[in-house]
Structures are given as C-alpha cells and as structure tokens.
C-alpha cells in the first residue's frame, strides 16, 4: 500500500500492481475527500449537479478554446480546493490525454479537409479538419476526466451515493453501488493475497498453460468466494431486520455558499454552451 | 472498450441511455422478483467480482497478456438479469472512480457490454451447451465460445457507435466534432483487436473458470443450464429429473427386445456342445467360417465345461412360455432388473462405507 516503485515482471506481477494501484486510489480519492477544501465543503449533491452541468458542457461544446477554458476552470476548481495537482493530472488526465492522443493522431491525416502541412519523408498529408478533430478528442478527454475526477477526490463515496438519491436514480440501484464499492476493496485485497501466495510458492518459469490455469483457477476462487460472501452478508443483513426494503439517511442541508456555487456551475455550463455553439 | 468522454455525442448518449434504462428495469424486476431479499447482496458481490476481475492480466498464447470483462462468466452463473446490474454496477463505478469509461458515455459502455455482451453470451451459451450434463467438457467449450462471441458483439456495436459520429457531427469546416473515423476505419480497427487479443482474453477466462467450477463447484452453474440437464454424481435433485429419458428409453427398448427373434443365423462363437453333431448346425458354423469345417465331435474340454451351469431361461425363452416374442421380451426385462438391483445393492452398499468413514473422521478429529 505504499507508493514505492515496484518492479515490474511479469503478468502476475502487473496483476498485483493494478490491483494495488487501485486500493492506493481508492484510498487516496478518500484521504483527499476528507480534506477541507472549497469543493469538500459543498453539498454533494451541489457537486454533482454543478460538475455533471460542466460535463455536459464539455460534450456539448463545438469550439476548442471553449472546452480548453472549461478545462482551464477544472484545474482552477482543483486548485482552490487544494486538491493534490501533480496526481490529478499525471495519474488521471495525462494518461487518458495521452491514450487519446494515440488515438487522435491518425486523425490529423485521415481526416479529409483543407492540406496545411505534409509529413517529410512518408508524404502523409496534415489537413486542417484533422487538426481541429484532434484537439476537440484530447481538449474533451482532458477536460471531462479532469471534472469527473474533482468529484471523486472532493467527495466520499457514499456521499456521492446518497446524492444521486436526490436525482431520482432508484434506492435499490443506489444501495448496490454502495455494496459494490465496499466489497470491491474487499476482493481487491483477497485477490491480491492469492497472487501474491502463488508467487511466493511459485519456483522457476511458469509455462504459458500453467499461467493460464493460474488466472482461471484465481478467478474461479474468487467467483465462489463472492458467492459464499453474498450469501453471509445476506444472512448478516437478515440478523440486522433487512426485509428487502432500503433507507437512507439523508441529512444534506443546503447553505448559502451551496446555492452560489451551484449557480456559477450552471451560469458557466450555460455560458459555455452558448459560446460553443 | 470502455468509451471515454467525447468521443460520443451527447444526443448518441443520451439515446444509449434510453437505450439501457427498459434493460435496467426489467432486470432490476426480475432479480426482485425472484431474489427479493437476496437481490442487494448477491448483484453487489458479484459486480465487486466482475470489477476485480477485469484486472486481471490474462496470459495469451503468443506471450502477450489482455483483460477481459467477465460478461459471459456473469451471464453464465447469474443468468442475463443478473448479469446486465452487476456488469452495469462494475462500469459505473469504474467510470466514476478510475475514469475508465466516461461519465457521460456510462449509458453506452452498460449497453454495449452489460447488455448486448450479457444478453448475447447468455444465447450463445445456452445454444451450444444445450441439454449437456453440467459437468461436461461441451459446457467450458460453450462457455469459452460465448464469451469469444460476446466481446467481438460488443466490440462491433461499440464500433458502429464510433463510425456513426462523423457522419452526423461535424463543426462549421467539416471537423468531425467527437469521434473522427468512419465506419470503414472504426470497425476493422476495433474488431482486429477484439478478434485476436481481446476475444481470446474472453475465452480463456469464461472458459477456464467453467472449467475450474465443474470441479470444484457445479452448482453455480446449474441456475442458466436449462431444465432436466444431468448434474454430475452426487446433485441428487437435478440427477433425478435428468434419469427420467433414460428410463423411458429403457422401456422402449425392452418393448422392441423380440425384433432381435427377426434376426438369422447363429453368433460366431457361440455354439453348443449338440450343435457339433446336428448336420443343419455344422452348416451354419462351416459357412460362417470361412468354408472351414467343424470338427466331427465336439471338443472335450467345451462339451465338459458346457454341462457345468444349466441357465434357467436358456436361450432367452422361459419353458413356461409359449409364444417366443413374449419370453424374449420377459427376459430382457427380468435382465434389466437383476442388473438395476446388482447396481442399486453396490451403490448403498458403497454409501453405508462412505457414512461409517466420515464418522470415523469426526471421531478422530
């Protein structure tokens, strides 16, 4: 769980590492959400309905410089909220700008439209509609997972769970997403445990059949494991009164502070799609 | 396969929403309706699983690795219902928490994967396992093929939703607005991957865990196998609705038993001691012989040992019986029986054995 480098080796190795990366993030987004920041101090269901305006904004916006400025007041939001700037944009936006930009880049030269430039050597033509399709797909991608992951790392899961009550989206669904993340981090553990024996009881090369038969067989373990669980919590559920009907306790109550931030999201969102139109 | 942001429009959003909410209904009614109580626990542990699992590097042939998303697994244990919620629970949280997957295209990814995949594994699966017991190897070769299937579906309808953009999307100088390749670019790029590396990520998961599961677990497999499929030794209550073809075939064929009385001729070998001395017979075993005569007497040691047991329905016509067809078929059913009774008296004597070890297990404990 500590952030050192480890090396990387093989798949079980990789299998190890993502599922620890992912525990650190998980565990990071909650650190950072307990923080005392502009975003943290809002009402959740303001954070979700005035980032989700930008969003949709984002998407919806056909100027570059529009969606670049909506991406600009991302960082901004970030900043105020004294959220860790060097994670957001290295371990989240860059890497998805940078698995968008691979896509992206034959669009410059696939895209019919105007030539403004030649490639030396292979010829490949650049046309100006090409430019502008690149830009919209990176400046987009930038822009939307930059604002999707202020809500994440500004705010509790359950906070956000609770605020999506406020959008009508079915207790039961709600409930299920909240279960998910909790056993989530649980089987991310386990199987980072079983990994990690079978390395540790693993001497010699592994043949490609023998690593096969170790990912199925992990995966199959872990199948049933989740199953015998579900069948635990149930029966936990049960002992508890559960009779299949769900509460929430919602006690969000909204100040003054949370009725201006959520209309400077939505006069922003409104302004830049009108702009981008 | 996970859509980011922006590369959909928002109208194509939008409408893939509207695409998976009656999907998402109807599973959510069905899973209530037959689970109630269980629903919360078991959709949430299974698409905690299905999260995982789609971290899993997956060692393919040719030295590469790939991920698979687990559609089919899920679809295969849980059936569709079950499938579309936990797949569609797995995505939005990916999206939300590890920005795989747009927040905006969450209603494409869950179309594309939880239901087109879910719903399409769940077919193909069904097709090709057909009424085969759950233990069989047909099932893991159905389960792999389902889950081959399922991902390239997903991946073409995921690659008509990218080739459609450009067509409908464009800015004032014809700049494609969100994803810029058309369907001649989109589809063959999306589905060589998926054809290759991707697809057979899927196949050696779905497959190999069925496989591990007849072992170790079979009747989480049970539940989508489909009415009166034979589940392996010791599934008493799916054994028993499966033996019932088996007895009905058994009756028929004892019924037809005296057609084999149509049949000429005498079985090579199976002469008797009289049969060497009967002119008529010596004909019969020198023409199934190659021409080859009989010895003129019968040999010693068969005409001794012939004597030695007298069979009771001798030639398979009791000697209280008339009419032949009758004690034929009388026999094969006094037959049948004495080998259901041998077979019966074996298995509880076996069981009895198998009770007195366990409880000198727990006694030794």
Redesign the interface.
């Known amino acids: 769980m500590s952030g050192n480098v480890r090396p990387r080796g093989g ?2 190795e ?2 190890v590492n ?2 620890l990366e ?1 525990m650190e ?2 565990m990071l ?1 909650e650190t950072n959400a307990a923080g005392s920041g502009w975003l943290q101090r809002l009402d959740p269901r303001v954070k979700l309905a005035g980032l ?1 305006s930008l ?2 904004a ?3 916006s ?2 570059a410089e529009v969606i670049a400025a909506l991406f600009g007041v991302g960082i901004a939001m970030a900043v105020a909220s004294r959220l860790p700037l060097s994670t957001l944009l290295s371990g ?1 936006s860059l890497a ?1 700008v940078a ?2 930009s691979a896509l ?1 880049l ?2 410059i030269f ?2 019919p ?1 105007r030539t403004v430039g030649t490639v030396p050597v292979v010829g490949w033509t650049i046309t ?3 430019l ?3 830009g ?2 990176v ?3 930038a ?3 930059t604002l ?2 202020l ?2 790392f500004s705010t509790r ?1 359950a906070h ?1 769970l609770k605020a999506l009550r406020a959008f009508r989206v ?1 207790i ?2 709600v ?3 909240g ?3 909790r ?2 981090l ?3 553990e386990a ?1 980072r445990d079983m990994f990690d024996a079978r390395r540790s009881r693993t001497v010699g090369p592994l043949t ?1 059949g023998e ?3 170790l ?10 494991k ?2 015998h ?3 635990e ?2 029966l936990a ?2 002992a508890r009164g ?3 009907e ?1 509460y929430l306790l919602d006690d969000f109550v909204m100040a003054r502070a949370d009725w201006i931030a959520l209309a400077s999201c939505a006069g922003v969102a409104l302004a830049a799609v009108w702009a981008g139109r | 396969m996970h859509i ?4 959909l ?2 109208t194509t ?1 939008a409408a893939l929403y509207a695409g998976a909410a009656p999907f ?1 209904f109807v599973a ?1 009614r069905r899973l ?1 309706r037959t689970l ?14 299905s ?3 789609m ?7 040719g ?1 590469t ?1 790939g991920h698979a998303v ?1 559609m089919a ?1 899920a679809a295969i ?1 849980l059936g569709p219902a079950g499938a579309i ?1 936990a797949i569609s ?2 995505l ?2 990916q ?5 795989d997957g ?3 295209a969450i209603g494409a990814n869950c179309f594309n994967m939880a239901i087109v995949g879910s719903l399409v594994a769940f077919v193909v699966y069904r097709v090709l396992a057909g009424r085969a017991p759950l233990d069989s190897p047909r099932r893991v070769v159905a389960a792999g093929l389902a889950g081959y299937v399922a991902i390239n579906a997903a991946a073409l309808v995921t690659a008509i939703e990218f080739g459609l953009q450009p067509l409908f999307f464009r ?1 004032a ?9 058309p369907l001649s ?1 989109a589809v063959p790029a999306m589905m060589i991957g998926h054809l290759t590396i991707a697809g057979i990520a899927e196949l ?2 779905t ?3 069925v ?3 007849q072992r ?2 079979p009747a ?1 497999l049970a539940a989508t196998a489909g009415r009166g499929v034979m589940a392996p030794a010791g599934n008493s209550a799916v054994a028993s609705g499966g033996l019932r073809p088996l007895w009905i075939t058994l009756g028929v064929l004892l019924m037809l038993t005296p057609l084999g009385l149509l049949a000429g001729g005498a079985a090579w070998g199976e002469w008797q001691a009289s049969d060497f001395s009967d002119p008529a017979s010596r004909q019969v075993i020198a023409a199934v012989s190659l021409g080859q005569p009989p010895p003129a007497t019968p040999p010693r040691g068969l005409e001794r040992l012939s004597s030695v047991w007298t069979a009771p329905l001798r030639d398979y016509a009791p000697p209280f019986l008339r009419s032949a067809p009758v004690g034929y078929a009388l026999s094969a059913m006094f037959g049948a029986g004495l080998v259901i009774l041998a077979i019966t008296g074996i298995a509880a004597l076996l069981r009895v054995r198998q009770r007195a070890g366990t409880a000198d297990d727990t006694v030794s404990l």
């Open positions: 798949f079980a990789r299998t993502g599922l992912a993030r998980a987004a989700l969003v949709t984002v998407a919806m056909h100027r989240v998805t698995f968008s992206a034959p669009a696939l895209t439209g100006a509609q090409g502008t399709t690149a919209y797909l400046l987009r991608v822009a939307t997972t999707g992951f809500l994440v899961w956000v079915p039961v669904f409930v299920i997403l279960m998910t993340y056993y989530i649980l089987l991310l199987a490609g690593r096969r038969r990912v199925t067989q992990g995966a199959g373990v872990l199948l049933a989740s199953l669980l579900s069948g919590v149930f559920m049960q559960f009779r299949g769900v | 980011p942001d922006g590369y429009s928002p959003c998402w959510i209530e109630h109580t269980r629903l919360v626990p078991r959709v949430s542990l299974f698409a905690a699983f999260f995982v699992v971290m899993f590097n997956i060692p393919l042939p030295g690795t687990g697994l244990v919620l629970t797995a939005i949280i999206a939300f928490f590890f920005g747009g927040i905006t800015d100088s014809g700049a494609p607005l969100y994803c810029p390749y670019v050696v998961l497959g190999g865990v496989a591990f599961l170790t677990d989480l």
